[in-house]
């Protein structure tokens, strides 16, 4: 074992705090790496909050963080898909047991025996596994990513959760040229999917709370912007959208959206709020509408979607910060003030 610097919580109202904590030594699969960047996933917030606790009670210590892009600097005897200085990245999972139709399908993310990058049962060290809010992790390598050469480091690492889980849902539901698309919330989860329903050629529609971010939201690749809380600019888009991909994080009303679907028209829910949402059954029943949901993406989609950013030259549009930075960071995401996801500079962590 060896040790690391991170930043942890202690509990659900404490701060992020500087901390030293043990990695494994690199098995013969493993790939150590020295992160360079990870992204801050609202996801993070609600782990270190405790806010999913009917779901995944949180285990403290916890070391957040799920979009990690770095360097390797060691690799186990049995390593063939990486060598020392490659780049390399990690998403929400570290581990699944590769065997049950899921991982066959190549779905690790609906694998019953799952490991996340944190706050998952740790099979190694025991405890609970500590994600990338650290200079270094040790991760299987079928669960370490290539990384396109030509894109910015610090705008790939939020590739790794917000890309892949906004890339899954817009490719499972065809959205493709000639698609009516309307994404909700512009975070870093909705910053990425415009980003991407425009790459693939969809018409893209923008719903956000935040006037002042339709400027952004037309640069990102956006054809028209509504500002959600103004009913008669949504009553204009009745029953006009083949796919919605809802990415918000907070209670809101999805039975709106609903209306807003075409015949056969599907809604998606990437968001995760804390609260259960209450959906008319009328939204659904006219139009034969469908509301799903949908985690994360399989391994080899996530290959796929890194790939298909390096074709395209997509990555997130970040604000770089210090790791001394991250309480004021989430505080920011709580006010929804971030443009569009906010990824941690590591080197700030060697002053430590
Ligand atoms: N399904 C998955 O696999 C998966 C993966 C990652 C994250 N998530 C979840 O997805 C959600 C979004 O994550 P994120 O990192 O993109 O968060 P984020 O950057 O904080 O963005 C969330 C956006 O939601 C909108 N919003 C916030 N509060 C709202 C409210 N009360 N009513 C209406 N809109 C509101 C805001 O957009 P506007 O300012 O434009 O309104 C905000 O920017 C979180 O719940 C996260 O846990 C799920
Ligand atoms: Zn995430
Ligand atoms: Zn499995």
């Known amino acids: 074992m060896f040790n690391a610097k991170a930043y942890s919580a202690a509990s659900a109202t404490s701060p992020l705090a500087s901390t030293t904590i043990t990695r494994r030594d690199p098995t013969e699969n493993d790939i150590q790496i020295e992160i360079l960047y990870c992204g801050i996933c609202h996801s993070d917030l609600h782990t270190v909050r405790d806010e999913w606790n009917s779901v995944m009670p949180t285990v403290y210590p916890c070391i957040p963080g799920h979009e990690i892009v770095g360097r390797v600097t060691k690799v186990g005897s049995a390593v063939s898909k990486f060598k020392l200085g490659d780049l390399a990245a990690v998403g929400c999972m570290v581990d699944s047991d590769g065997t049950c139709p899921e991982c066959k399908a190549g779905l690790e993310q609906f694998c019953a025996n799952f490991t996340l990058t944190y706050n998952s049962p740790d099979k190694h060290l025991g405890g609970v596994t500590y994600g990338g809010y650290s200079d ?41 040229r000639g698609k009516n698309v309307g994404v909700v919330g512009l975070g870093g989860l909705g910053h990425m999917g415009v980003k991407l329903a425009h ?19 037309l640069r990102l690749g956006a054809d028209e912007v509504v500002i959600s809380r103004n009913a008669d600019e949504m009553q204009k888009h009745a029953g006009s959208f083949d796919f919605i991909l809802d990415a918000v994080s907070a209670d809101h009303d999805i039975s709106a959206y609903l209306n807003l679907l075409r015949r056969d028209g599907n809604i998606t829910l990437v968001g995760a709020p804390e609260k259960p949402l209450p959906v008319s059954a009328f939204g659904l029943i006219m139009g034969r509408r469908s509301l799903s949901g949908s985690m994360i993406g399989g391994i ?39 443009k569009y996801r906010f990824s941690i500079d590591m080197a700030s962590l060697k002053s430590e």
Request: aromatic share 6%.
């Open 199 to 217: 790459a693939l050629g969809a018409h893209v529609v923008v719903f956000t709370t935040s006037p002042k971010k339709k400027e952004d939201a």
């Open 300 to 338: 080899p989609e996530t290959q796929e979607m890194l790939d298909f950013c390096g074709q395209h030259n997509i990555t997130a549009d970040v604000e770089v910060i210090p790791i001394q930075k991250v309480n004021e960071a989430y505080e920011r995401l709580l006010k929804s003030d971030v």
């Open 136 to 176: 270094s992790i040790v991760v299987d390598q079928r669960f370490v990513l290539r990384v396109p050469s030509n894109l910015k480091l610090a705008g790939v690492a939020p590739l790794l959760c917000a890309g892949i889980t906004t890339y899954s849902p817009l490719r499972h539901w065809g959205v493709t």
